[in-house]
């Protein structure tokens, strides 16, 4: 079983920065993709960014140009530094990580991240 422990979460104004961190527990599997969802109150979660092993990323249109997805194959850490945060930025963060040839997906517990204006 993989863990994932986000940390980087919190409280900040309009405009502000965050950058989030997320590690994942040793495994003798590898780390296919790794990547950053949302979900805010009352609305499905959604994808934020998601990088491969490779290096190749993806971004959803809200996050293109704030935000940028990086990840370290060596410690299998994912970040994300988000500037210019909007309120609509407000939800719960969730680091996900696809491990395996079956591609087993694996979840973190969420961090909060609040953006006030």
């Known amino acids: 079983q993989v863990q994932l422990v986000e940390s980087g979460g919190g409280l900040v104004q309009a405009g502000g920065s965050l950058r989030l961190s997320c590690a994942a527990s040793?495994?003798?599997?590898?780390?296919?993709?790794m990547g950053w969802y949302r979900q805010a109150p009352g609305k499905q979660r959604e994808l934020v960014a998601t990088?491969?092993?490779?290096?190749?990323?993806n971004y959803a249109g809200s996050a293109k140009g704030r935000f940028t997805i990086s990840r370290d194959n060596a410690k299998n850490t994912v970040e994300l530094q988000m500037n210019s945060l909007k309120p609509e930025d407000t939800a719960v963060y969730y680091c996900n990580a696809v491990i395996g040839r079956r591609s087993v997906m694996y979840w973190g517990q969420g961090t909060q991240v609040t953006v006030s204006s």
């Open positions: 990088i491969t092993s490779g290096g190749s990323t």
């Open positions: 040793q495994t003798s599997f590898s780390i296919n993709a």
